[in-house]
């Protein structure tokens, strides 16, 4: 589905980003990125979708070139790929609904939305979502009046309302605490087995790497330096990707089994699929 050729980011300064990235991602898997702040995880997630631009290789999306995309070509290109952010990328003065129907930006055009005059089925479809995500009840709050774990729902419904093949997921936790993590991860795992999605998931929490990926690729200083499934995370693995440190690669505390998985400016951040 999603393929990285040579793909590698160098900034004006010379500073190296990524080097030589290569990674076939198939349709339906979760794959988590992890590794030491700086090593380019970042970085990465935002090559696929140009919100920074490689400096070499080849990025696929089923088969067409992202690379060479400008225009109302990367625009198209960008409706099929729904980014998480860390920070929410969230209107804090428009209502959740509102929030959520900006995914719709790239299909409905600027100013149909902002005459609020989306279609049916897509104000349908948003309703659907913010039941999904369990926030059904909060329709018509402002975004500035949510916690954040009920932040970053509003951010997977507007991501997922983009009708996308692929989520790209940058640090959905950093800013949540421990349980509200576990529910986003777990949320975000459910949604892409219900909805055959492919995700990247940039995340510094190897624990929850480990019990809700399916493979996990380990980068330090824009170099893939492990590649695999969650159970072969070893301390030896660990330690090659952040270093000397004494590694338990236990997940952690058991769950209760009900609540285990099955296997920029804001306004122009929650564009980024239609008008960049």
Known sequence: MLTLEGV?????????????????????????????????????????????????GHIR??????????????????????????????????????????????????????????????????????????????????????????????GIARALLQSPRLLLVDEPTASLDPKTSRQIMRLIRELCAERGLAAIINIHDVALARQFADRIVGLNAGRIVFDGAPSELTSDILTTIYGEEEWDTRVGPEEPAEERSAPPRAFDVALSGAVR
């Not at 590698?8 to 080097?19: H, I, M, N, Q, V």
């Not at 952010?85 to 129907?101: G, K, S, W």
């Open 8 to 56: 590698g980011k160098r900034y004006p300064t010379g500073d190296r980003a990524l080097s030589d990235i290569d990674l076939a991602l198939p349709k339906g898997q979760v794959m988590a990125l992890i590794g030491p702040s700086g090593a380019g995880k970042s970085t990465l997630i935002r090559c696929v979708n140009r919100l920074v631009e490689p400096s070499q």
């Open 61 to 154: 999306l089923d088969g067409d070139e992202l690379t060479t995309l400008s225009g109302a070509g990367l625009r198209r290109a960008r409706r099929s790929m729904g980014m998480i952010f860390q920070e929410y990328a969230l209107v804090d003065r428009l209502t959740v609904m509102e929030n959520v129907l900006s995914g719709r930006l790239g299909y409905v055009g600027f100013w149909r939305s902002f005459f609020r005059r989306y279609p049916e089925q897509d104000v349908r479809e948003a309703f659907r979502l913010l039941e999904r995500v369990g926030l059904d009840h909060a329709l018509d709050k402002r975004a500035d009046a949510l916690s954040g774990g009920q932040r970053q729902r509003v």
